[in-house]
């Protein structure tokens, strides 16, 4: 029970996580509905699984094997002729069941949720793109625009300001207008503002935030500004990069990167190359992390039991300690997977073997 509590814990809060950063503020400004928003956080669960039944695990491994050994019961099995390993058995039963689990939902299932949730939410401008305009707000979800919208009456807007930015995110152009209207192109994929009655501040180009070296303003009755959404909704349309692929998939384009090499130029063929180690990558990364429940599992009983506290917070404590360091080497790993001669696909199997390694060496020390 401490093991499953732990996970709903974990799981919690890495949902509560992503929800804060990508859809809290859709339901709240009025872009979703309440049901849509238990829908994608239902999506969210497989891809916060996979990350936290490792915690989960390991956590409740150290609070019951601490536990055991403050409570002296542990001494008493093992003066009853037990021995540690036979003491563990049940724990590396549940923990293998665990990693089969978890191995399956990584591979199959968890990808799959998190790009239909990545779809889901990319989609929602396409299938309300005005709802993008929030009056009284500052509007930065547009590359290269900042907008304020004063209000909003259907597609009919009033008091508009539109900054637009540099590749420094500075400032170079103003247009503000009395009005306007908001339009979505289908053909062009594109927002279409139409500004009424306004007029343009240009700044210089070279030095936009010093005021004094500003260009006339310029009066017009009506102008156009197109706002494309591709850059918006990138994430939906990167749905199918090869981190979003389950493992079935992921086979297969490996199998048609090697095809491609065997008739590529040597240029081409290193490009595949590069590409078929990603693809190696991901694959190993599903079931490494599965792995994993096993791994921290071996380290994780021998320090219970070393730690010899009955104090859940102690124990709680020294978990997110281990957890915390092994998916920081995971980060540090996960940062070479475009470096296909560092060979990430089996670099992601390191923290797995120090923490086996480890916890074999705590084990034979502790029988």
């Not at 401490?2 to 990508?22: E, K």
């Not at 209207?181 to 010093?210: C, H, K, M, W």
């Not at 996960?334 to 060979?343: F, K, V, Y």
Request: glycine share 6%; proline share 4%.
């Amino acid at each position: 029970m401490a093991a499953f509590g732990g996970v709903a814990l974990f799981v919690f809060v890495l949902i509560t996580g992503n929800a804060m950063r990508d859809i809290i503020g859709l339901l709240a400004d009025g872009q979703i509905s309440f049901e849509l928003f238990l829908q994608l956080l239902l999506m969210l669960v497989p891809y916060a699984v996979s990350f936290a039944m490792p915690l989960g695990m390991l956590v409740g491994i150290l609070l019951i094997m601490g536990r055991l050994s403050s409570s002296q019961e542990l001494t008493a099995m093992r003066a009853s002729g037990l021995s540690l390993m036979q003491i563990s058995s049940p724990v590396f039963f549940v923990a293998l069941c665990g990693a089969l689990l978890c191995a399956w939902i990584n591979a199959f299932y968890a990808p799959t949720a998190r790009a239909q949730y990545k779809s889901i939410v990319s989609d929602i401008v396409r299938n309300d793109p005005l709802s993008f305009i929030v009056p009284l707000t500052f509007i930065h979800d547009f590359p290269g625009y900042v907008i304020y919208v004063g209000g909003r009456e259907g597609t009919q807007l009033s008091n508009l300001w539109l900054w637009e930015l540099d590749d420094r995110n500075r400032a170079v152009r103003l247009l503000r207008a009395r009005s306007g209207d908001f339009s979505y192109d289908a053909t062009g994929d594109a927002l279409v503002l139409t500004l009424i009655s306004g007029f343009t501040e240009l700044r210089d180009q070279r030095d936009p935030d010093n005021l004094r070296a500003m260009q006339p303003t310029l009066s017009f009755s009506n102008a156009t500004v197109r706002l494309p959404l591709e850059n918006v909704l990138a994430a939906g349309r990167r749905s199918r990069d090869l981190n979003a692929l389950n493992f079935t998939e992921l086979l297969d384009r490996r199998t048609e990167l090697l095809t491609a090499q065997a008739t590529a130029d040597p240029d081409l063929s290193e490009q595949l190359y590069a590409q078929q180690i990603r693809a190696q990558y991901f694959m190993s990364r599903s079931i490494a992390m599965a792995a994993s429940i096993f791994a921290l599992t071996m380290i994780g009983i021998p320090l219970g039991i070393h730690a010899n506290r009955s104090e859940t917070y102690a124990n709680a404590g020294l978990a997110l300690l281990l957890a915390l360091g092994y998916y920081t080497l995971m980060v540090f790993i996960d940062w070479t997977q475009r470096s296909p001669q560092l060979r990430p696909d089996l670099l992601i199997w390191l923290p797995n073997w120090f923490c086996l390694v480890t916890g074999a060496i705590l084990m034979w020390r502790q029988r």
